[in-house]
């Protein structure tokens, strides 16, 4: 079977995580526990996703030149990422993100400073081209300049491949952007800003979605949390129930769930068995600690479903290079 590939152009942060009793209020200290320096960056922890699930993967981002870009070039090399069009700036140092943890809920709350990540350029991504036109999927977010991950967008739709947009941090994008997007994987809240609504309206996302369409996005493939995940089309509208699982920690299941979506779609799964698919991946992201140490790999997705009586997807148990 052929190895399909996906190019993440996205964002490379270390992550600073310690676990509090429950997250703290403005003004107030707390003491935390278990402190520890991961991997993390939305565009990092979903390139990894990725290739634990068998696809083919090409990263590209912009990291420092200091000992925390030393860790993420290990860690690709690590998990077979090829970084051909990684670039090293000397003008800022690595992304950093400071997480907190909340122990009885496994919610949490994230700071990032965006360092190197936001001297990613439109002619940094444009260097990539040859991947770009190569690859099935383009996924990209928003933890780097609009401007990157527009080029991104662009030449992935110009070349064929389904171009994925996980707009986080959320911020208003123009139409221009919104256009080049094949499926857009906002949160309720993201959706909602998205849309130009309030931030905390209350308002169906079945509504919101609608209106991100209007606005020129192809799908919208929105996580509900607990909820699960709700699809919409032009034509259509559906909703995916969540897996029930004991959530430790919630951190990295976005960026599980997109990779999860990413690879279905790359394998030439419909948008429906994408997402749930995408939904298993994401559930079993909430069950471990860490981003990095929760990302499945091929193999435990299939003891999963099999443990949880699912049917897992034909092209997950065919036998695959890579």
């Known amino acids: 079977m052929n190895v399909p590939r996906i190019v993440v152009v996205g964002s490379y942060a270390t992550g600073l995580t310690m676990r509090v009793e429950r997250i703290p209020g403005a003004g107030e200290t707390l003491l935390g526990t278990g402190y520890r320096v991961d991997f993390g960056g939305k565009g990092s922890n979903q390139a990894v996703g990725c290739a634990r699930l068998g696809a083919r ?59 190197a990540n936001e001297f990613l350029t439109a002619s940094d991504v444009s260097t990539a081209a040859s991947v770009l036109k190569s690859a099935a999927v383009v996924l ?34 123009p139409v221009s952007l919104l256009k080049m997007i094949d ?57 995916f129930p ?3 699982v004991r ?24 948008l429906e068995e994408a997402v749930q698919f995408a939904v298993i991946v994401g559930a079993m992201a909430v069950t471990k600690d860490g981003v990095i140490p929760s990302l499945p790999r091929r193999q435990e997705v299939l003891e ?14 065919a036998d695959q290079a890579g």
């Open 57 to 115: 993967v090409d990263f590209v981002a912009k990291i420092g030149k200091d000992s925390f870009g030393e860790m993420a070039l290990g860690l690709y090399r690590n998990e077979g990422i090829d970084i051909t069009h990684l670039k090293r700036s000397a003008e800022a140092p690595t992304g950093v993100g400071f997480i907190v943890v909340e122990a009885g809920s496994g919610q949490n709350c994230i700071v990032l400073d965006p360092g």
């Open 140 to 173: 990209t977010q928003l933890e780097i300049p609009a401007e990157a991950a527009e080029t991104a967008l662009t030449i992935g739709r110009t070349s064929g491949a389904v171009t994925i947009l996980n707009p986080a941090p959320v911020r208003p994008l």
């Open 183 to 239: 499926v857009l994987t906002p949160n309720e809240t993201e959706a909602r800003v998205l849309a130009g609504r309030a931030s905390e309206a209350s308002i169906d996302p079945e509504i919101v979605a609608g209106e991100l369409i209007g606005r020129g996005v192809k799908q919208v493939v929105m996580t509900l949390g607990e909820k699960g995940a709700l699809l919409v089309t032009e034509s259509s509208c559906n909703r």
């Open 242 to 244: 969540a897996v029930r």
């Open 247 to 270: 959530a430790v920690d919630t951190t990295g299941a976005g960026d599980a769930f997109n990779a999860g979506l990413a690879t279905a779609l790359a394998q030439g799964a419909c």
């Open 304 to 317: 999963f479903c099999r443990l949880h009586a699912m049917i897992p997807p034909r092209w997950l148990s």
